[in-house]
């Protein structure tokens, strides 16, 4: 199986970083995805580690290390529309992606 | 841009009554899935899909059901609505191709309330 675990709330002000964590139990790990779902929305996919290091999008980036069973998706220059729910998922051998319980970030002015 | 269609959006019936929530997708992806989630809280695979005639349970037991006869159509239908079954359904599909990297198109979801 797989469990996946996120902080359930982060808040951070307007143009500030913020950087969500993960943490992961799987029986066989392929990569660490990130979904972003506002409020009453559909998830939208953010990223994508299939390897460790850092992967860039933007003013969004994640990060994986596989010894550590370890991800964050790190936001830079905040935005009000940042404020969101974003989960971690892994996929299984059968690519069924399990998601974390989400982290929901709250931006202030 | 996604092309993935959900009716309805908002769902309002009473205990015993029989639904069908609607899932269309244009992109011709061979992979649909079918999630449940709460407000707030984590997604559930229910259901999914790896082609025309392919139907799986997902990690969460569902009393729901599903059929995938062509391959933009995935609908669930739920034979005697409980209260229980109150909550947001979400559809997604995937393209089908590799790990991981295989992105998955959510829906806009139906909420559904049952009286």
């Known amino acids: 199986g797989q469990s996946l675990e996120q902080p359930s709330e982060v808040t951070a002000v307007e143009g500030a970083i913020v950087q969500i964590n993960c943490t992961y139990q799987?029986?066989?790990?392929?990569?660490l995805s990130w979904y972003q779902q506002h409020d009453g929305g559909a998830p939208t996919f953010l990223s994508y580690?299939?390897?460790?290091g850092l992967e860039e999008t933007g003013r969004f980036s994640s990060f994986l290390s596989r010894s550590d069973s370890y991800g964050y998706l790190l936001l830079q220059e905040l935005q009000m529309k940042d404020s969101a729910s974003y989960f971690c998922a892994a996929p299984n051998a059968g690519n069924m992606l399990t998601f974390g319980g989400g982290t929901r970030l709250m931006v202030k002015p | 841009e996604a092309d993935i269609y959900q009716t309805p959006r908002y769902l309002v019936i009473g205990t015993g009554k029989k639904i069908t929530l609607e899932c269309s997708q244009t992109?011709?992806?061979?992979?649909m899935y079918w999630y449940q989630q709460d407000p707030g809280m984590e997604l559930h695979l229910i259901h999914y899909?790896?082609?025309?005639?392919?139907?799986e349970k997902g990690d969460l037991s569902s009393e729901s059901t599903v059929s995938r006869i062509r391959t933009e159509h995935f609908p669930l239908t739920l034979e005697s609505a409980r209260p229980s079954h109150t909550s947001q359904y979400l559809c997604?599909?995937?393209?089908?191709?590799?790990?991981?990297?295989?992105?998955?198109?959510f829906g806009p979801g139906t909420r559904l309330t049952v009286l």
């Open positions: 899909s790896y082609g025309v005639n392919s139907t």
């Open positions: 992109m011709g992806h061979d992979k």
């Open positions: 580690n299939g390897l460790d």
């Open positions: 997604a599909s995937s393209e089908g191709e590799g790990k991981g990297t295989d992105t998955q198109y």
């Open positions: 799987t029986s066989g790990f392929y990569g």
